[in-house]
């Protein structure tokens, strides 16, 4: 059975599309007036993937000018997320999960803690990590982490919806995965389990029994 559980943040516990306009319009508006150095198509596109991709990855990804780059990550960094986010219809199962859960998220220390403060679930989790994905990845924080606290990695599952991101560090480091997938976006992608939403955690987990779902 498993006990453990690093979680992702974004596109796992929440969705960012329902939300958009809370987290996205002050980020938007702040591009909107900057010479990006690309085409509107690709700004276009660019924008689409901001709602699942870290803003550094698609800055870079689309050439976005370096100083408007470095405009954003200061606005990005000094961001707090001021209203009420709502959490997926399903998160309900990850609640339910009994053992440790820890929150794994990419990005900036006061925009993330913020989210979860908006989203109401801080009480949900022993720990939250913010990770600067600038500095270090998540295979590295999820590796310290497993050190410092002494883990058993047969007792972990990862959580999250990016392919190439927890789910990939996961299997790197010979944990199991479940990939969130609603879009079918990573049909391909190598992991443990996955699904379209997360009813199936109690009996991957091994809770079943103590679900009342």
Known sequence: ???????????????????EKILMSGLYNLLDQEDLGISDHDYQ???KEMLRTPFLKVAEKYGFDKGVTERTVEFLANREVVEPLQTSEDYHY?????????????????????????????DDFESVFVI??????????????????????????????????????????????????PDHLHPDAETTYRGTDLSSLPEIT?????SSF
Not at 135 to 155: G, P, Q, V
């Open 1 to 19: 059975m498993k006990h453990i559980f690093f979680i992702d943040l974004d596109n796992t516990i929440y969705f960012t599309k329902p939300n």
């Open 45 to 47: 596109s660019a924008k």
């Open 94 to 122: 990850i609640k339910a999960l009994e053992g440790r859960k820890f929150i794994f998220t990419a990005g900036f220390p006061k925009q993330q803690l913020s989210k979860v403060k908006m989203l109401g679930i801080a």
């Open 132 to 181: 600067d994905v600038a500095k270090t990845s998540k295979k590295e924080a999820f590796a310290e982490f497993i050190k410092k606290e002494n883990l058993n990695k047969s007792d972990i599952l990862i959580i999250g919806d990016d392919a190439e991101s927890e789910i990939k560090f996961g299997l790197e480091l010979g944990i199991e995965t479940f990939l969130l997938d």
């Open 206 to 210: 091994g809770q079943k029994k103590r």
